[in-house]
């Protein structure tokens, strides 16, 4: 079945550093790809959603100067937390989709800011 | 406001019984319908996927849909140990781009 990698799987730094999370469909091409953060006990809030070599659209409230999201080809995507601190802190997972498979997750990344 | 609801439990189900979880969402024109399984940190996996009305079935899981009155539900049968997670129900509304909106998700223990 499709697979999407998730790098890195957690993930600790300092606040006010930046952190880059990489997906990357195996095997198959992510039309588009949607990035979701969890914070404990909740669901899954959808962050943004990027298609490939265009601007990503994000949801309401989330800062797009904040998370910068880069889809430069059809099998990766980037998630950058900017400026990270201790409240950034939660569960990042994404999400491929693609016409086949319809949509993959990836394994997270746990993200903690200190 | 599209919303996807659930109740968020601990559901608590004897080994062997059924559990049976329940899902509404509110935007009537919705098409697609998953179920998902997510371990305590962990990301989720797909259990079933449901697009028409009526149940399918995939080994211990059966789905159910029913468009008129806007819910779907997921049913496990033998529930085991290994059927303790929190069940995210998620749907495609309409206009969304592909978008999947999520419940809250409904926590399932089963009881050895």
């Known amino acids: 079945g499709a697979v999407v990698s998730q790098h890195p799987s957690w993930v600790i730094c300092k606040s006010g550093t930046s952190v880059k999370i990489e997906c990357r469909s195996l095997d198959f091409q992510a039309t588009t790809m949607f990035w979701y953060r969890q914070f404990p006990k909740q669901s899954l809030m959808l962050m943004a959603t990027?298609?490939?070599?265009?601007?990503?659209?994000?949801e309401q409230g989330v800062e797009k100067d904040k998370f910068l999201i880069n889809h430069a080809s059809l099998t990766l995507s980037t998630l950058t937390v900017t400026s990270a601190h201790p409240e950034d802190s939660s569960f990042y997972i994404c999400?491929?989709?693609?016409?086949?498979?319809?949509?993959?997750f990836g394994s997270g990344t746990r993200l903690t800011v200190v | 406001q599209k919303e996807v609801e659930q109740n968020s439990g601990p559901l608590s189900v004897p080994e062997g019984a059924i559990a049976s979880l329940n899902c509404t969402y509110s935007?009537?024109?919705?098409?697609?319908f998953f179920w998902y399984r997510q371990y305590s940190g962990k990301s989720p996996e797909l259990i079933m996927s449901i697009y028409s009305n009526g149940d399918q079935e995939d080994g211990r899981f059966t789905a159910q849909l029913n468009k008129a009155s806007q819910y779907v539900s997921l049913l496990i049968r033998d529930s085991q140990p290994s059927d303790s997670a929190t069940y995210l129900c998620?749907?495609?509304?309409?206009?969304?781009?592909?978008?999947?909106?999520f419940g809250a998700g409904t926590q399932v223990v089963v009881t050895p």
């Open positions: 935007d009537r024109g919705s098409q697609s």
């Open positions: 990027s298609n490939e070599g265009s601007k990503a659209t994000y």
């Open positions: 998620a749907v495609n509304p309409t206009d969304s781009w592909g978008k999947l909106q």
């Open positions: 999400s491929a989709r693609s016409t086949i498979y319809g949509y993959t």
